[in-house]
């Protein structure tokens, strides 16, 4: 049996450069970081005395005597890619999916190193990432960009530069101080909508032609916030940037954000918040914003009605948490 621990993202620069449609020609660049949400994928063999080979447990209960029987397409789909076969697998979670966390992605990272520990192997975060990449943007054809992968393989708060030669991930250098200083003036809320990225980021996608002028500025937009956190300037500067990026994003699509999230933010924003920004492709999911302390309180009474998640960064990235061995003899069948 084995477990694996995964973080979840926040993005706070750089969303949609990082779609590969952008970034080969222009080159991306992100800024974000995990925090301390996390993900659990639970795997080992089932024993051959039930009448399905595999069992999925997630918001729904699969069991099936086939691959090709399994309904959720990412389980189904690494399943395959991996041959992994005669499997009982739970997936449990801190935080809700679709809410612009890289749910998704955190789930597909930890679900490989799990297949990988069954199989007796232990591989790097780069080859994580990379397989995670393939199997959702290529297997399962879901739109969307590579900074989730990265994101929850990796760990921590990091600088993700890519172009068609790959991509670079550079840790920020911060002090311990400043760096609980900038976690302590971030506070997270929950819109209570959810929707499914891959559904925006298409829309996202159609959009990028007309909308290239806006991407290089977020791009660029990702130097500024740097400049910020690794120097000993105003931290409130980065809150300013990120009322900034979140307005420029709105510009992308339509998609990205609805009337009641806008209202939610402008309350926000009057009560005292510095800036913030919608997380993930958009229309739904959690609202982030920076808040200096002295003001968090009213923000807080003025946002009553959403659920405040505190956090705090994180910098392992996934991990496994739990091994035990099996005895398990592969059956003939699939030797051949």
């Keep these: 049996m084995i477990i694996t621990k995964t973080p979840f993202r926040m993005s706070f620069f750089g969303g949609g450069t990082d779609m590969a449609e952008f970034y080969e020609q222009y080159g991306g660049s992100v800024l974000s970081t995990t925090f301390d949400k996390y993900c659990y994928v639970t795997a080992r063999h089932l024993p051959p005395f039930f009448e399905y080979s595999s069992e999925f447990s997630y918001a729904n209960i699969e ?25 009982r697998l739970s997936y449990e979670a801190d935080l ?137 300037g105003d931290l409130n500067e980065f809150g300013k940037l990120l009322d900034y990026t979140w307005n420029l994003k709105r510009g992308i699509s339509d998609a990205v954000s609805t009337d009641s999230i806008d209202r939610i933010y402008q309350r926000a924003m009057k009560a005292g918040a510095t800036g913030g920004k919608l997380l993930g492709a958009g229309g739904g999911g959690f609202l982030l914003f920076y808040v200096e302390r002295d003001k968090q309180e009213r923000v807080l009474n003025e946002l009553e009605d959403l659920l405040y998640v505190p956090f705090l960064f994180e910098n392992e990235g996934t991990q496994v948490i739990y091994f035990k061995a099996e005895d398990y003899d592969v059956p003939e069948k699939y030797l051949k």
């Design 63 to 87: 069991r099936v005597k086939t691959v090709d029987d399994i309904e959720h397409p990412l389980i189904r789909n690494l399943m395959k890619f991996k041959d992994m076969h005669e499997i």
């Design 96 to 232: 809700p999916a679709r809410t612009g966390l890289g749910t998704s992605s955190s789930f597909a990272v930890g679900m490989l190193n799990a297949f990988y520990g069954l199989k007796g192997k232990r591989v790097d975060k780069r080859r994580l990432a990379d397989e995670a990449i393939y199997v959702e943007r290529v297997l399962c054809r879901e739109a969307g960009g590579i900074q989730d992968q990265i994101a929850a393989a990796f760990g921590g708060l990091n600088r993700i530069d890519m172009d068609k030669n790959g991509y670079k991930v550079t840790p920020l250098i911060i002090s311990n101080q400043r760096k609980k200083e900038f976690n302590d003036n971030l506070m997270l809320f929950f819109t209570g909508f959810s929707r499914f990225s891959s559904e925006i980021q298409k829309e996202t996608e159609k959009n990028i032609a007309n909308k290239i002028k806006n991407l290089i500025e977020m791009k660029a937009l990702v130097d500024q916030s740097e400049e910020i956190l690794t120097s000993k």
